[in-house]
């Protein structure tokens, strides 16, 4: 099986900092952008698979650092370096609600499955639970240390689980009802960047300036094994249908089979501003489609590609 660049789709004017799918409406699509602005993109199946840039979504006044969609693809909440999350309806394009409660930038933002509970991570040091009218219901801090939480995860499985990494390295799975640290996941040199958990919750990878991505049993809490990606991990996941892991680093994407722990492929794009640098653009946020027949990127320059994976004849 091999990945073609499909498509290179225009769309921010700064990085893509994250890109989400909406799972019971996968031709909706949202990413978000250090532009300021986040931006909701439709595929019309009766023309092709390409999303398309429909409606941008304005209000933020400074970075938007990630983005969740709905699981219906009506509505989004972003997260942004203005301190602020904000609910929007995309049919609309306006904000419903604007969350105000962190001290400092908000880094990450994750909604539970019910779209009920909405969680964010700031550079603040705390994670903070809302309901989706804008009320801060509970507020997590770990008093023994000041780190930047990096990113948030709200995990469904039958007891639910809240993940963080943050700056000192450390990933953290949460007790909710104590709002305590349960356990304290160890091994990484240097910050975490990126979390990414398993189609069916039990694993979780991250990864971060040390290039390694780790691999943990979430219900056990303890690490499996370890994959060399050889430089900073920006961001990573994990396919909806196959045994793989994507993982990006400044240069390319690498995909891994993770039974055989062999590497399938390395995906480059080579900056075009000027051919004389030969620089590498960097992808920030990747999804994969629900069906997992094309990967998803958002990348340093604004543009979102669209790879697609083919069975070799």
Request: charged share 25%; proline share 3%.
């Amino acid at each position: 099986e091999t990945f073609t660049l499909k498509a290179t789709i225009k769309g921010h004017s700064d990085w893509i900092t994250s890109i989400c799918i909406a799972t019971e409406n996968p031709n909706i699509i949202v990413s978000s952008s250090r532009d300021k602005t986040a931006l909701v993109w439709e595929i019309d199946l009766e023309i092709d698979d390409i999303p398309r840039p429909k409606k941008r979504l304005r209000g933020h006044s400074h970075f938007v650092s990630d983005c969740k969609l709905s699981s219906d693809g009506q509505f989004c909440i972003s997260s942004s370096w203005d301190k602020t999350l904000r609910l929007w309806d995309l049919n609309s394009g306006k904000t419903l609600q604007k969350f105000i409660g962190h001290k400092k930038d908000v880094l990450s933002v994750s909604l539970s499955k019910d779209n009920r509970h909405i969680v964010s991570g700031s550079r603040d040091s705390s994670v903070k639970f809302w309901n989706s009218i804008g009320q801060c219901k509970e507020t997590f801090r770990d008093n023994s240390t000041s780190s930047w939480i990096n990113q948030v995860n709200f995990i469904p499985n039958k007891k639910p689980i809240l993940l963080s990494c943050d700056w000192e390295g450390i990933i953290k799975i949460w007790d909710i009802p104590s709002k305590k640290v349960q356990t304290k996941l160890l091994g990484h040199k240097g910050y975490v960047s990126c979390l990414t958990v398993s189609p069916d919750g039990s694993l979780c990878a991250s990864g971060g300036k040390d290039g390694i991505v780790m691999l943990w049993d979430l219900q056990e809490g303890k690490h499996l094994y370890s994959l060399q990606a050889g430089d900073s991990i920006q961001c990573l996941c994990f396919s909806p249908n196959r045994y793989w892991l994507c993982a990006s680093t400044p240069n390319e994407i690498k995909i891994w089979d993770l039974e055989s722990k062999e590497m399938i492929d390395e995906l480059r794009v080579q900056g075009n501003q000027n051919p004389s640098s030969k620089k590498d653009l960097t992808c920030l946020a990747m999804s994969w489609t629900l069906d997992g027949s094309s990967l998803l990127t958002g990348y340093s320059d604004g543009n979102l590609r669209l790879w697609s994976l083919k069975k070799d004849s």
